[in-house]
């Protein structure tokens, strides 16, 4: 066991008590403990009422994302070391309502997510299992960075448009309407279009650009609905000055 | 009774950290661009009503403390220019002609290109003052 501790202030709120607090607990110190080893031995070894979600503890799965120190982390991936000697403070995601405790209502998150259409969408959909949409590696490397988000959530956090307007689709969801806008293998842009061009979509970003900063996975969502902005504006001004084209 | 806590950043967004400042004094420049430009527009004004006015207004434009505020101005558009050069490669489709576009280069353009017309601005005026 580490002599050397540290302290964790803690973020408690239960629905049915009064409102919101802290509590400190002193933890053991190990240089390769992340927080969420903090926390999950808070809730092994101190106090088993302690809720919090958690999963693969690898930067994978998306589920531990908390405000330390006031920045959104995924708490697999804050090792206790960069803040030391403490203390921590660990919070719920901000922007979001709060259940209990650390875990947060992503309810709103997944109904934005479900509004544009994240998966491949094509007029001829086949029900043969062998069907093979070929892409060459030039085509995927143009979105390619954008499928690399894992729905953490951080970036919603971080977003200071989605803390004053709810109906705002926000970062992951239009870097995600993007990734498949831009893949050669899609043909749901169209569908698309009416949700990210509408009032709550990409014009209510301002670029302030924190939703990349956070990003775990380097998606730079805050890039991809600048993107999205650009071609929006192309295809408007294409359409005013050729009326007479032919739409796809 | 399940009553979820609200806990959203809200319009102090800006107060919050040192970043969320940057971005809010970077947006605010625009107060003194917009400034710059009523100053400008006044000027064209009062060179199209007699000369005593126009001069009276060049004299007010060069006051001490309006000079520092053209500095201030100044500071603040070459800030959010250059923060915007920086930000632009991320805001540009990654490829063009299926080759990947390096972000330095398209931060170079952009300073190659303001540098240009910098550099036309200061000899048209130079040559305007000779004649």
Sequence with gaps: MSDTTVQLEVFRYRPDNDGPTFQSYEVPYHDDWVVLDALNYVKNYIDGSLSFRWSCRMGVCGSCGMQVNGEPALTCAVFLRDHMPGPIRVEPLVNFPVERDLVVDSNGFMEKLDHVKPYLVREDETDDLDAEYLQTPIQLDRYKQFSMCINCMLCYAACPVIGRVDEFIGPAALALAQRYNLDSRDQGKQMRQDVIFQNEGIWECTFVGECSEVCPKHVDPAGAIQQAKLEGAYDYYKRLLTPWARRS | ?131
Excluded: C
């Excluded at chain 2, 500095?71 to 632009?88: N, R, Y």
């Excluded at chain 2, 490669?89 to 490829?95: G, K, T």
């Design chain 2, 1 to 131: 009774m399940n009553r979820p806590l609200d806990r959203r950043l809200g319009w102090t967004w800006w107060t919050l950290k040192g970043s969320y400042f940057r971005i809010f004094l970077r947006e605010a420049t625009s107060a003194f661009i917009l400034a710059e430009i009523v100053f400008f527009m006044l000027l064209i004004h009062k060179a199209g009503q007699d000369a005593e006015s126009y001069l009276a207004y060049r004299d007010f434009l060069w006051h001490p403390l309006m000079v520092v505020f053209h500095l201030v101005a100044l500071a603040f558009a070459l800030w959010h220019t250059i923060t915007f050069f920086l930000i632009a490669p991320s805001a540009l489709p990654s490829q063009v002609a299926g080759r990947r576009i390096p972000a330095a280069f398209i931060i170079g353009q952009q300073f190659a290109g303001l540098a240009a017309v910098s550099l036309l601005v200061i000899l048209w005026v130079a040559w305007v003052g000779a004649t």
